[in-house]
């Protein structure tokens, strides 16, 4: 289901008609366009533009006062359904049937390492072990992941998903795992243990790290080396 129908009609029409106005448009001219008031026109600006949705500059004008224009964002661009697994899934056919099995793992372990490298700057900006764990977490929720975190022992911990956003990939490809486990190896600099996997029959996918710090301990050792 495309993100564009948790909109409501008079939103989808707006997001719609300033997908075929690329250059953007009015205020004005959404009204006319949707034959809907100014201030309703401005209303669904606001709300979009509050959920990222859409960008506004100022239009040049030659006499007169400059208007602000309406265009969508990479994020509204994003609202409309995009066939990226089945682009993906002929890719992965190719790549598997001219270079073999293991070259696929590489290139899918290579894609995981470039996943990671997108967030790389939010990652370094967490100074402890039981802040990344929640970054990473927090970044497989933005992915589309249902992740939570869980401490299990005092140096293990492990992060669970209740789904699987390459599901249909995954379940074709049975080494399409090798991407997650790269991605949050990656993300994390340590080794990760797929402990359960929704592709083969778990109930979740599940995912342990080791070396993580106890959140306990790690309070109490900040505070040890307070002055």
């Known amino acids: 289901m495309s993100a564009l129908s948790f909109l409501g009609q008079s939103q989808q029409l707006l997001v719609t008609a300033l997908l075929r106005h690329r250059k953007g448009l009015t ?11 100014r201030n309703a026109v401005n209303q669904h600006l606001s709300s979009l533009g509050n959920n990222g949705f859409i960008q506004s500059s100022m239009l040049e004008s030659t006499g007169g006062r400059p208007s602000k224009i309406y265009a969508l964002s990479p994020r509204g661009l994003e609202l409309f359904q995009r066939r990226y697994s ?3 899934k002929l890719l992965l056919a190719w790549v ?18 470039q996943m990671a490298g997108e967030f ?10 039981i802040d990344k764990l929640r970054e990473v977490t927090a970044i497989m929720c933005e992915l589309g992941y249902d992740a939570s975190m869980q401490q299990i022992s005092a140096h293990r911990a492990e992060i669970t998903a209740h789904n699987c956003i390459f599901y249909k990939l995954a379940e074709e490809y049975q080494g399409f795992c090798a991407l997650d486990l790269s991605f949050l190896a990656s993300l ?25 710090v106890n959140p306990i301990r790690e309070t109490a050792l900040l505070h040890d080396h307070e002055p």
């Open 120 to 129: 790389e700057n939010r990652m370094i900006k967490q100074l402890s072990p």
């Open 96 to 113: 598997g049937k001219n270079l073999g099995e293991e070259d696929l793992k590489v290139c899918l372990q290579t894609l995981g390492e």
């Open 86 to 88: 089945f682009i993906a």
């Open 188 to 212: 994390l600099k340590t080794d990760i243990e797929h402990k359960e996997c929704i592709v083969k029959k778990g109930d979740r996918c599940c995912f342990v790290i080791a070396d993580s």
């Open 27 to 37: 205020v004005d001219e959404l009204s006319r366009l949707l034959s809907i008031s």
